[in-house]
């Protein structure tokens, strides 16, 4: 028996909704049954690495943007998403983020040979993605099987349906990801996303208090910038990447719009330095705080 304040624990009850949405993506029908999902739920004080990352990524950008012929700076409009995470942490009520990881979309063993992927059959297929894994460093992204990357987009479906399910508000960051990936979360997969839940209010990404991030000419700008063809003829936020041909667009790209950019000059050196060092410090607190949580697990077990 007691007396509790209902919005605080309507606001906790997000960690049990996280799981909720894990146990429906892990659920969810699969066309393959061969996609294996790594998953992570981040709540409270460790999503704060995360949106301080992210609002270093675009003070930087902000500051070595280049400008537009009517003197607005370039790629300067605050991410909404971004802005709302820093907004309801301040307020009390982070989000809860969910991590969804996989390495199985770039390799088949299906051998279907439905050539939807590009390439005759799941031999060639695994072939060339093999040849991308050596010669290319860094994060595999492709090429994918197109089944399996289905599985995995059904299974994101099904976590953002089982949040909806308890009326909690629900977004996939892409952007906030990739931040997260700079500080080490799934980087060890080649495919990944993050699903925010929350906070308990009413459209939390698409309200008046969601949208005071940017004024009326910044929300134009970025709305321009991220979809032009309501305003010309191709797709994309500025300098698209065309895929022309299965084997070639990655390492001859090719672009509907190109906008040359001159060499990186000594100040965005200097920044993009202090920017690896700032990631570079909060990416070891997440590290510490791992440790941290892993050694607590350990000593109750």
């Given amino acids: 028996m007691g007396i509790y304040d209902g919005n605080k624990l309507a606001n906790e009850n997000l960690y049990e909704v996280a799981k909720l949405c894990v146990m429906a993506a892990l659920k969810a029908p699969q066309v393959t049954g061969k996609v294996e999902l790594k998953t992570e739920i981040i709540t409270g004080e460790d999503t704060l690495p995360i949106i301080e990352a992210r609002e270093k990524v675009m003070e930087s950008r902000a500051r070595l943007a280049p400008r537009l012929p009517g003197g607005t700076p370039v790629r300067t409009v605050r991410?909404?998403?971004?802005?709302?995470?820093?907004?309801?942490?301040?307020?009390?009520?982070?989000?809860?983020?969910?991590?969804?990881?996989?390495?199985?979309?770039?390799?088949?063993?299906?051998?279907?040979?439905?050539?939807?992927?590009?390439?005759?059959?799941c031999r060639e297929f695994n072939k060339y993605s093999l040849h991308i894994k050596k010669t290319i460093p860094g994060r595999q992204v492709g090429p994918t099987c197109v089944w399996k990357h289905l599985d995995f987009n059904a299974a994101l479906g099904w976590a953002c349906a089982a949040a909806w399910q308890y009326n909690v508000d629900n977004r996939l960051l892409g952007f906030e990801m990739g931040t997260a990936r700079m500080l080490g979360y799934m980087e060890d997969y080649s495919h990944s996303e993050l699903l925010a839940l929350g906070p308990c209010a009413d459209l939390v990404w698409w309200n008046r208090r969601g949208m005071a991030g940017q004024t009326e000419e910044e929300y134009m700008e970025r709305a321009w910038r991220a979809m032009p063809q309501f305003w010309n003829t191709f797709i994309g936020a500025g300098d698209p990447l065309t895929r022309y041909d299965v084997k070639e667009f990655l390492f001859k790209p090719k672009r509907l719009v190109r906008v040359e950019a001159p060499p990186p000059s000594p100040e965005m050196v200097e920044a993009q330095q202090a920017l690896e060092k700032e990631i570079a410090r909060i990416r070891a607190r997440v590290a510490a705080r791992r440790r941290e949580l892993k050694a607590t697990k350990k000593s109750r077990s």
Wanted: hydrophobic share 35%; glycine share 12%; aromatic share 14%.
């Fill in 79 to 121: 991410r909404r998403s971004s802005y709302n995470l820093r907004v309801n942490y301040d307020a009390g009520t982070p989000s809860v983020l969910i991590f969804f990881g996989t390495n199985s979309l770039i390799r088949s063993e299906l051998n279907w040979n439905c050539g939807a992927c590009g390439f005759q059959g």
